[in-house]
């Protein structure tokens, strides 16, 4: 396995789509969600160096709520491109739950599609391996949303659920480990502030907010 691709096979488990989306869905399922910025962006980084920026855009109201995810990064070995990725988000909100999301990914030219939808008593997933059923309160890792924590979790890049667990170590600080090892912080505010984990290759990956 390349690099390039270690970094990227890492980078799938932790979105769901790492990358973004969460802060504000109460337990109940018809809960409004929190304020939110028009806009979280952050620069990631591995090892310490830059690779890209992954940036959300939010609008509508509380109650019905599109989130918007754009990821651009590329790992390079000196000053030579070796992997490129992308990845493309859109995230709904009806009536203040969680309708759906679908998803672009384009690693190294590889191009895949994911989605998900809540139905009745169901949530729908697709990905690249085929369709699947999750439970019904079954949420994407999108990261920006913390009450998600506290439901059953899918890969938003894959449509395929996750074998994680979530541990709030304190306020505004959520740890994830199994298929993935990350730490989300979030602000005073409760809005998404930073994200640092460990890659299958062993290396760091960093999310500073912009």
Known sequence: MTDGQAMTDRLLIARRGLILAGAGLAL???A??????PRLAFSV???????????????GDEANRVVNTQVDMTVKVGPVPVYR??????ERWVDGRWASIETTTNGNGKVYK???RAMDGFVQLAGPKGATRGPADAMPLSHWNQASFR???FNQQEGALLKVRCTQVKPGHWQI????????FYDAQG?????????????????KRI
Request: glycine share 12%; no cysteine.
């Open 28 to 30: 109940s399922p018809g």
């Open 32 to 37: 409004a969600l929190a304020a939110l910025p």
């Open 45 to 59: 980084f591995r090892n310490g160096t830059k690779v890209g920026e992954h940036a959300m855009t939010f609008s």
């Open 85 to 90: 990725y992308k990845h493309s988000a859109v």
């Open 114 to 116: 994911a989605s998900g």
């Open 151 to 153: 439901r059953p979790l």
């Open 177 to 184: 480990r199994g298929e993935a090892e990350i730490d989300d």
């Open 191 to 207: 809005n998404w502030l930073a994200l640092k984990g460990k890659l299958e290759d062993g290396s760091t990956l960093e999310y």
